[in-house]
């Protein structure tokens, strides 16, 4: 008896970075809320909640500005989330078991790792212009880069500041890729297999609902500290010749010591519910891709969506 037919490698790929882009359409306003209040220096024990920083750019700037960066979002998701969910179903299929049944935890914490770093990599010149477009009306007036579009962004880095500027903040990145995966990846996996061990939720959107939740949480707690710090470097700007951070330990230092120690999740909310939904959305498009494909083009009924 020959091998199970399996999705293409490039298939994988594409359905990975469609399901991100979809998911980034949905939550992009909690994204610029989120690094809005990242890139907001605050002095200890001061609160500023995300539903004051979501109305006060609807109200300043208009409502069309919580979609700033959306084209770098798209991006962003085209060339990292591509990247890492692709390599992460192949590292998945090509890890499980004999049997059919997936590796073990620690084994998918690891491929979700190498997933994230390498997707992380090659999506760190959209992540430095989503991060600039949407933290820029922060900035005043006469400090604003203005850019057009990703694209423009692109562009105007690489001509005013380096090619090297567009990898600004890659090794935070890429370690916060691979706290997100590790976590979001692989908890995201055991949640659901544990869902389904209880025999009383059936495969389907809403057991990738709950699973998908659970994995938002986890992620958010794991990876917040390291993601202010690759925010606070990609947004930085240079004074009297000298960067504003030497990097992200001096950061992390800098943000515990002037605005207090649980400053490191500034922005919680509004990076749960839009990492939450956006973890939702993404896996439930990726599994319902990956079921659909295995039905109608490989003629396999009842295929799990491969995650």
Known sequence: MGEQATIPKPIKFLFGGLSGMGATCFVQPLDLVKTRMQVMKSSPGARVS?????????????FSTLYNGLSAGLLRQATYTTTRL??????????????????????????????GASGAFVGTP????????????????????????????????????????????????MGRAMVVNAAQLATYSQAKQAILGTG????????????????????????????????????????DGKPEYRGAADVLSKVIKQEGFFSLWKGFTPYYFRLGPHTVITFIILEQMNKSYKKYVLGIEGGSGGL
């Open 50 to 62: 995300s539903f004051s920083v979501l109305m006060g750019v609807a109200r300043n700037e208009g």
């Open 86 to 115: 692709g390599i992460y179903t192949w590292l998945f299929e090509t890890f499980s078991n004999p049997d059919g049944s997936p590796p073990g935890f620690f084994t998918k914490a690891g491929l979700g790792m190498a997933a």
């Open 126 to 173: 959209a992540e430095v212009a989503l991060i600039r477009m949407t933290s820029d009306g922060s900035l005043p007036a006469e400090k604003r880069r203005n850019y057009k579009s990703v694209f423009d962004a692109l562009i105007r880095i690489y001509r005013e500041e380096g090619i090297a500027t567009l990898w600004r903040g890659a090794t935070p990145t």
């Open 200 to 239: 009383y939720i059936q495969d389907g959107i809403f057991c990738h609902f709950v699973a998908s939740m659970i994995s938002g949480l986890v992620t958010t707690i794991a990876s917040m500290p390291v993601d202010i710090a690759k925010t606070r470097l990609q947004s930085m700007k240079y004074i």
